[in-house]
């Protein structure tokens, strides 16, 4: 049997692993993440926040500069981490980068009472974008609003085709305390999943959908985006899913330390470099794809070591 989770004992988490797995990422230092690099996982670290952010948002303009009307490619970004976006659009100013036929995919939006969150909504992950990037770029070097797809209720089926007709260079993306990327948390422990979590290929064949979100992320929200109140967090969401996720030719995971712990950011590296699936952890279904790789703003990657402060 599977142990409980010690947080929600209703839902599938990380600390339903096998303990030896959990004792062995807890070890390891800085320099043993960094040399958990091998075909297929790169683990990059940055010494800045400047250097680490500024990197973040020349990703987008890479991308961007790949595109061309008849062969359309993109990026996929998230809200968490956002001090990229501001960057993005001030190095496409600054260097009159023309980026009309490039593309982006907003990673995931709100779901309430059945909608995606309004862009009146001051959590909507559409007006951050808008707000703190796409509005901020000069209009004659922009892509016009039918290049920015956003996920919304009545077009999940759309936005995953989309995938197929333009490619995705990179999907971008933070990691969650719950090991997520986007919104693909752990699943509740009920059902035919109440004795073991899906198995990792069938996680992967999710696709963008509307998903119920695990306790723990509801908590996160809340510290990083409504000073604590947890009431104001949907428990809905909509979401990229893996299907999409694996059209993408490369996954990029930007940690600077404040959506996941020293703990975590250790987990999913181990997990990931050494192949250990488990959907409990949905990051570590990334061991599975070709080309992931792991950006750290090393001053956070602190220890896991027992102290009082």
Sequence with gaps: MRNLSKIAPEWWDYTTLDEEILKEAAKLTADDMLNLSRPGFTVKFYDTLESFYVAEALEYIYCWQKSTSTNPVGICGPIGPTEQLPLVAEIVNDLEINVKDGHFWAMDEWFI???EAPITNPLSFAKADMDLCFNKIRKDLRM???NIHFLRADNI????KSYDSIKCLIMQGGQGETKHWAFN???????????????PEEFRKLNARVV?????????NARTSAGGVVSNIPSEAITVGPVETWKSDKVSIWHAGMHDN??????TTYMISKKIQDSSVPMSL?????????????????TCEAEMH
């Excluded at 089926?157 to 995953?160: D, H, L, P, T």
């Excluded at 020293?262 to 987990?267: A, I, N, S, V």
Aim: glycine share 8%.
């Design 185 to 199: 948390d752990p699943v509740r422990r009920e059902g035919r999943y109440k004795d073991s979590p899906p198995l």
């Design 157 to 160: 089926e759309e936005y995953s």
């Design 286 to 302: 990334l061991a599975d794809h070709s080309n992931v790789q792991f950006n750290f703003y090393k001053p956070a990657l602190g």
């Design 144 to 146: 016009p609003d039918e």
């Design 262 to 267: 020293p703990f975590g950011m250790r987990l």
């Design 113 to 115: 009472n059945g909608k």
């Design 212 to 220: 119920k979100l695990h306790p723990i992320t509801l908590i996160q």
